[in-house]
Each structure stands twice: as structure tokens, then as C-alpha cells.
């Protein structure tokens, strides 16, 4: 399988591992048939991403494209972390292998899944997000 070098580089080095204790946000989310489980927290301050953290037990891709997204949303604004789509997370790690996509998605539903807990606790509603997915599965990776 190839992988990117940001992709490497992100395994190896991942940015923003670790919890938030007074999380504004956290969302968990996971892929039963691959066994990855991917933790969001999210500090959110005046309506901007403050910090992200994330933790992560999975592949090398699982952990790569967690670092990235949290990366991707630091200093947004929530309609910006909203907007986030594994689309973007695979291009900013320039690319993923086909197999590997669905880690792309899980780091998506993460972001959107904490987001939704700070909406929760809260009592907001963000324009544009929906309820966080139980499982998120391979339907786009797989042939």
C-alpha cells in the first residue's frame, strides 16, 4: 500500500494527540467491521476551534487523518469545522489508498460528532450539521 508522505508524516508525528479535560465538545465515533475508534475534543471559544485534540486507536491512516482534521479545523470558526469533509482531509494528507477512505470518514464524523455535543450542552443548533452516525462504515471504500 502507498502512502503519501504527509500521510507517513502524520502517523509518525501525529499533531494534537491527547484529551481536552473541560472539553467544549467530544465525539466518538467508530467502524465496528475495522475495529477503528476515533475521539474528537474540541475547545471552542466566541464561536472559534481554540484547540483539538484527539485520540485515536486504530491504523496508521485512522491515526494520520485524525492529526489532520484536528489540524484542518484549529483557529475556524465552527461553520468552518462544520464544512470539513473527508474530502479535504484526504487532500491535505494528498491522497489516501482506496482501502484506507473510510479512516478519512471517521475523521469527519469525529469533528462533526464533537460539534454536536457542544451544540447539545449548549442548546444551539448549527446550521448544517447532523446527528453523529453509530458506526461508520466502509460503504464508499468498498468495491
Not at 474530502?87 to 454536536?116: F, N, Q, R, T
Amino acid at each position: 500500500m502507498d502512502y503519501s508522505e504527509k500521510v507517513i508524516d502524520h502517523f509518525s508525528n501525529p499533531r494534537n494527540v491527547g484529551e481536552i479535560a473541560d472539553a467544549s465538545g467530544t465525539g466518538t465515533v467508530g467502524n465496528a467491521k475495522c475495529g477503528d475508534i476515533m475521539r474528537v475534543f474540541l475547545k471552542i471559544e466566541d464561536g472559534i476551534i481554540a484547540d483539538a485534540k484527539f485520540k485515536t486507536f486504530g491504523c496508521g491512516a485512522a491515526v494520520a487523518t485524525s492529526s489532520m482534521a484536528t489540524e484542518l479545523i484549529k483557529g475556524k470558526t465552527i461553520a468552518e469545522a462544520v464544512a470539513l469533509t473527508n474530502k479535504a482531509v484526504m487532500d491535505a494528507l494528498d491522497g489516501l489508498p482506496p482501502v484506507k477512505v473510510h479512516c478519512s470518514c471517521l475523521a469527519e464524523e469525529a469533528v462533526h460528532a464533537a460539534l454536536w455535543d457542544y451544540a447539545q450542552k449548549n442548546g444551539i443548533t448549527i446550521e448544517g450539521l447532523n446527528p453523529p452516525k453509530e458506526d461508520i462504515g466502509h460503504e464508499i471504500s468498498e468495491e
